[in-house]
């Protein structure tokens, strides 16, 4: 790492555009080339306004505009990293939380939406339930490392979970605790675009390609607990699936 202000120059003292935003280009290229590889460490803030010959103003600047744009991440007391895309395996049945923890990212969500209300007959097909059933809804941007990764949708029926404040950052934990985390789901997945709204809420631009999971995740009793609908940016996360003739 000690060569990345080698690879990157001097930066150009009349070149396009402010300071911090030049030291961000050559940041970005740094990155694009692969001199700083995905999920490394970038030298502390002090150390890169000396190796550029910047304040550490402008280097918090350029930091922040590649975080806004998802290529770093800032990790709470353990620094700034390139961000590196996320694989979900479609093998296991885990949540967004526990994806996340395996690789050692920091999990956060921004609420939207946490109301009680009666089943739509939407989701009385979804969850199996009858018309007026009590169900409760969550509706919450998904983050790691601060990074805006989901918008996710959930219902579930009243039954399953120890009402709204029961959940915190993960649903499933929530679930478990009453006895009623699902035992197997179907899935569904389709490219989609991100419309303006959605793409407001995660800071991306309208029309990003993203994927759209539908999933209903069941007992072992057959009854529907989870009724979920995602979108994933595109840009960050990989969707795996193992196959076998067997």
Do not use: C
């Not at 030049?22 to 306004?49: N, T």
């Not at 949540?95 to 050692?104: C, L």
């Not at 069941?218 to 699936?241: C, I, K, N, P």
């Amino acid at each position: 790492m000690a060569d990345l202000a080698t690879h990157i120059g001097a930066i150009d003292t009349g070149g396009r555009g402010s300071l911090y935003q030049r030291l961000a280009r050559g940041l970005r290229s740094a990155i694009e080339q692969g001199l700083v590889k995905p999920e490394e460490a970038l030298p502390a803030e002090r150390d890169l306004a000396i190796d550029f010959s910047v304040s550490r103003i402008t280097v918090r600047k350029a930091l922040d505009s590649l975080v806004a744009d998802g290529l770093l991440v800032r990790r709470h007391g353990a620094g700034t990293f390139v961000a590196g895309r996320v694989e979900k395996q479609f093998a296991k049945l885990s949540s967004f939380t526990e994806d996340m923890a395996a690789r050692g990212r920091q999990v956060s969500s921004e609420w939207l939406m946490r109301a009680e209300g009666s089943v739509t007959p939407d989701e009385s097909m979804m969850l199996g339930l009858g018309p007026g059933a009590p169900v409760l809804r969550f509706r919450r941007i998904r983050f790691a490392d601060e990074l805006p990764m989901a918008i996710e949708h959930s219902t579930i029926p009243a039954f399953a979970i120890d009402g709204l404040k029961a959940v915190g950052d993960s649903l499933y934990a929530a679930l478990e605790q009453t006895g009623n985390r699902p035992t197997r789901a179907l899935q569904r997945l389709r490219a989609v675009s991100f419309t303006a709204d959605q793409a407001e809420l995660i800071g991306i631009e309208a029309g990003a390609p993203g994927l759209f999971i539908e999933r209903r995740g069941f007992l072992e009793d057959g009854r529907a607990v989870e009724a979920t609908h995602s979108w994933y940016r595109g840009d960050a996360y990989d969707f795996v699936a193992e196959l076998s003739t067997r």
